[in-house]
């Protein structure tokens, strides 16, 4: 008996997902000459016996879980997948020789085989102190890594259904710079700001994926203005920059978690551009929230630096500098 069955790849970059002139469906449709196999737009059409064709569609969803966990497919694993004792047995566990070996340190497979991972001993307790908290305050120098692998916790919780969105804010102060001249509205003009975090889900979301989450509110960046008077739920909540926070505008962040949130709050205490008579919201926040049952501090130094060597340097050099006119 003939059967037809239509698969729609929703979510993901087709081009990517079918590889190079369609290299990746090709495999596929080699591995099954018996039956015929279509790829049009977003959808694949699979036309064949009713056995062969669950077969086939079980692959597809086996590459379709894969590529949503790594952010692409590799070559090695689909030919595994398609030899004939691995066919509708897989569940989209990459090989263990594979490019995606699994590793304890890893937090997220990026874009074209981007590994994400803690990298240094106080990276790890990051990862391990969002697990077992649900607020964490970061707090290390410029380099460390404490935004890119703050937002990779973000998009992990996402990718595994932890939450149901992303959040992330920042203050809008000028670091020296002049923020009126800018055109539009306060997001608008803040959005230059934010461009490192930009970046960093550039490098962990396919582009069309990642367009989809902007455009459904699935991920949303905005300044921490726009945070009032919010309630948020079901969310992974990043504050950026913290250490620009005013005491009441802190507060009022921390106040906004509901029920199913995982809070995370970055910044740099030698980083503050807040008038010299204004404390920063985050010196004073994790004063008080010190030794509080369920939120962590992790304090980060210039071994945890992942830039140019120079930059640990550079950091060192300003640490005496202060000191001496202290």
């Known amino acids: 008996m003939i059967v037809e069955k239509i698969i729609s790849l929703e979510d993901l970059p087709v081009a990517e997902f079918m590889g190079v002139h369609n290299k990746n469906i090709n495999e596929v449709i080699t591995a099954f000459p018996k ?14 016996s009713m056995l062969e064709v669950q077969r086939i569609s079980d692959v597809i969803d086996t590459l379709q879980i894969y590529f949503h966990r790594y952010g692409y497919l590799d070559e090695k ?21 594979g490019n995606a070996a699994a590793d304890d340190d890893v937090i997220l497979h990026g874009n074209k085989g981007i ?19 649900d607020l964490m305050f970061v707090i290390g120098p410029a380099g460390t890594g404490k935004t890119y692998i703050s937002v990779a916790l973000a998009v992990k919780a996402l990718k595994n259904k932890e939450v149901k969105k992303i ?18 509205d306060l997001k608008e003009k803040i959005d230059p700001y934010l461009r ?53 505008q802190i507060k009022m962040f921390l106040t906004r978690m509901g029920n199913n949130c995982k809070m995370v709050v970055t910044g740099d205490r030698s980083q503050i551009d807040l008038p010299r008579n204004q404390k920063s919201g985050l010196v004073e926040a994790t004063t008080i929230l010190k030794n509080i049952p369920g939120i962590a501090q992790i304090e980060l130094d210039k ?5 140019h060597k120079l930059v640990e340097r550079i950091l060192e ?6 000191l001496k006119n202290e």
Do not use: C, W
Not at 77 to 96: C, F, N, V, W
Not at 115 to 133: D, H, S, Y
Not at 232 to 240: E, K, N, S
Not at 303 to 307: H, P
């Open 77 to 97: 694993y689909i030919r595994s997948i398609l030899s004939p004792e691995e066919i509708a047995t897989q569940d989209g566990t990459a090989p263990a020789d």
């Open 167 to 184: 959040i992330i804010t920042r203050p809008a102060v000028e670091a020296g710079e002049s923020l009126g001249f800018l055109p539009g």
């Open 35 to 48: 039956s015929k196999i279509i790829s049009r737009g977003n959808e694949i059409k699979i036309i064949g």
């Open 196 to 248: 490192p975090i930009y970046d960093a889900l550039e490098d962990m979301i396919p582009a069309e994926k990642l367009k989809y989450y902007y455009e459904n509110n699935v991920i949303e960046i905005a300044p921490l203005a726009y945070m009032r008077g919010r309630t948020l739920h079901g969310a992974f909540i990043l504050l950026d920059e913290a250490q620009n926070t005013t005491a009441m």
């Open 317 to 322: 050099a300003y640490e005496k500098e202060q």
């Open 115 to 133: 590994i994400i991972k803690a990298r240094t001993l106080n990276q790890q307790k990051i990862v391990k102190g969002i697990r077992e908290n």
């Open 303 to 307: 071994k945890d630096v992942m830039r």
